[in-house]
């Protein structure tokens, strides 16, 4: 089993930075793939951002291509993602997630999930 747990989530105005970040313990061995989500009140989840850890390929949504930037410190087990520029419609739940399977854009079948960090953009 794999357990993460998200921090760094707030209320900024737009134009600001936050980066979240994301703690990995356990079977951390395992992990093929990691992501970050967002579900916003009423929308369906989408995929923010993905990281193969062992080579370190990244792929980004379109709409926080730019402006976003996912990473990962292997000496911690921690993920990131560093949030820039940011926007009302970037007003969301993130969580990050976790897979010992393939790595591929759009980011499906993950088992593995975080409780989310919340973050809110004010015009």
């Known amino acids: 089993q794999v357990q993460l747990v998200e921090s760094g989530g707030g209320s900024v105005q737009a134009g600001g930075s936050l980066r979240l970040s994301c703690a990995a313990s356990g079977y951390t061995y395992t992990i093929y793939c990691m992501a970050w989500f967002r579900q916003a009140p009423g929308k369906e989840r989408e995929g923010v951002a993905l990281?193969?850890?062992?080579?370190?390929?990244?792929y980004y949504a379109d709409s926080v291509k730019g402006r976003f930037t996912i990473s990962q410190d292997n000496t911690k087990n921690t993920l990131y993602l560093q949030m820039n520029s940011l926007k009302p419609e970037d007003t969301a739940m993130y969580h990050c997630?976790?897979?010992?399977?393939?790595?591929?854009?759009?980011?499906?079948?993950?088992?593995?999930w975080g409780q989310g960090t919340q973050v809110t953009v004010s015009s």
């Open positions: 997630a976790a897979s010992g399977g393939g790595c591929y854009w759009p980011p499906t079948d993950f088992p593995y």
């Open positions: 990281i193969y850890p062992a080579g370190g390929n990244t």
